[in-house]
Nanobody, 126 residues
């Protein structure tokens, strides 16, 4: 019912910026939570940020607070992750996810999301 496609990944130097987009298709997303996760080689999938489609309430991992901003564009059915002041430790494959029944305390848990995009590579050089 829901399809997610990420774009915007690439390679930048430390201190630079990238803008990731997640295009969502389906019926309605008013009740969904949209999340961004990332996974580096040899590590588990890590929560980055989440936003509720309706109301735009947001939640961020401590490691990205003040640097990353998640937002949504209802007209385009799109979720955006603006990443500033990038660090080498931000290097990972970034995934967009959608969950129908995710409550606030579960925003950071990958298992609570129902749909996932294919991922987009982000590489930050020092």
């Amino acid at each position: 019912q829901v399809q997610l496609v990420e774009s915007g990944g690439g390679s930048v130097q430390a201190g630079g910026s990238l803008r990731l987009s997640c295009a969502a298709s389906g019926r309605t997303f008013s009740s969904y939570v949209m999340g961004w996760f990332r996974q580096a080689p040899g590590k588990e999938r890590e929560f980055v940020a989440a936003i509720r489609w309706s109301g735009a309430s947001t939640y961020y991992a401590d490691s990205v607070k003040g640097r990353f901003t998640i937002s949504r564009d209802n007209a385009k059915n799109m979720v955006v992750l603006q990443m500033n002041s990038l660090k080498p430790e931000d290097t990972a494959v970034y995934y967009c996810a959608a969950g129908r029944w995710v409550i606030f305390s579960d925003y950071g848990r990958p298992g609570k999301y129902d749909y996932w995009g294919q991922g987009t590579q982000v590489t930050i050089s020092s």
